[in-house]
Nanobody, 124 residues
């Protein structure tokens, strides 16, 4: 079965850290651009960070620059999102998505395979 599975979400205090993982099954992540997106209640889904197939290009939303780091390990068929200095406004469901392209814009409509999401809640 072709799918993406996110893990690593949870409840964390402001200033804390989480590492999200996005693991592919049924296919390989090689030659695919992978993105992390998030959606908070009442808001549109937004691009958080995306990484090209070779990892040579990385995009970060302004709101997460300097705090989040995206990486990929094709041998493990996994993409990671390290999130540091978390803020309450980072609270959302985080999704990973893939598109069979060496690079792509970090916008939801560019991606055609989505995981089910993992909840991240930043609260004291």
């Amino acid at each position: 079965q072709v799918q993406l599975v996110e893990s690593g979400g949870g409840l964390v205090q402001p200033g804390g850290s989480l590492r999200l993982s996005c693991t592919a099954s049924g296919f390989t992540l090689d030659l695919k651009t992978i993105g992390w997106f998030r959606q908070a209640p009442g808001k549109e889904r937004e691009g958080v960070s995306c990484i090209s197939s070779s990892a040579s290009n990385k995009y970060y939303a302004d709101s997460v620059k300097g705090r989040f780091t995206i990486s990929r390990d094709n041998a493990k068929n996994t993409v990671y999102l390290q999130m540091n200095s978390l803020r309450p406004e980072d609270t959302a469901v985080y999704y990973c998505a893939a598109v069979p392209a060496v690079s792509a814009l970090c916008v939801p409509y560019e991606y055609d395979l989505w995981g089910r999401g993992t909840q991240v809640t930043v609260s004291s």
